[in-house]
Nanobody, 122 residues
Framework: QVQLVESGGGSVQAGGSLRLSCAVS????????MGWFRQAPGKERERVAT???????SYKDSVKGRFTLSIDGAKNTLYLEMNSLKPEDTAMYYC????????????????WGQGTQVTVSS
């Protein structure tokens, strides 16, 4: 059973930074693609960043240059470093994983964390 637990959310002012963490049960990096998604109130969930099994990353256009996804294999943790935060980044952020990249990319990943709230004030 794969378990994902996010942490690191909080409230910051515009221009600030946060680092989200996703603790992963077991060593799944060799078998699963992983990513971060977010959902703001009244909006659909959207893909923020993904990383393939081979380590290739991709980012939503609006976060490119501001967000960085990384993995610490020794700690079994996925990170999302968020800089220059904007009010429009306010959302619940979720970590997800799936053995099929197409599932993850489309937001239909098999495994999800419970989410961590990020609030950015202007």
């Amino acid at each position: 059973q794969v378990q994902l637990v996010e942490s690191g959310g909080g409230s910051v002012q515009a221009g600030g930074s946060l680092r989200l963490s996703c603790a992963v049960s077991g060593n799944i990096y060799s078998n699963y693609h992983m990513g971060w998604f977010r959902q703001a109130p009244g909006k659909e969930r959207e893909r923020v960043a993904t990383i393939t099994r081979s380590g290739t990353t991709s980012y939503k256009d609006s976060v490119k240059g501001r967000f960085t996804l990384s993995i610490d294999g020794a700690k079994n943790t996925l990170y999302l470093e968020m800089n220059s935060l904007k009010p429009e980044d306010t959302a619940m952020y979720y970590c997800a994983a799936d053995s099929r990249f197409s599932n993850l990319w489309s937001g239909a990943g098999n495994y999800w964390g419970q989410g961590t709230q990020v609030t950015v004030s202007s």
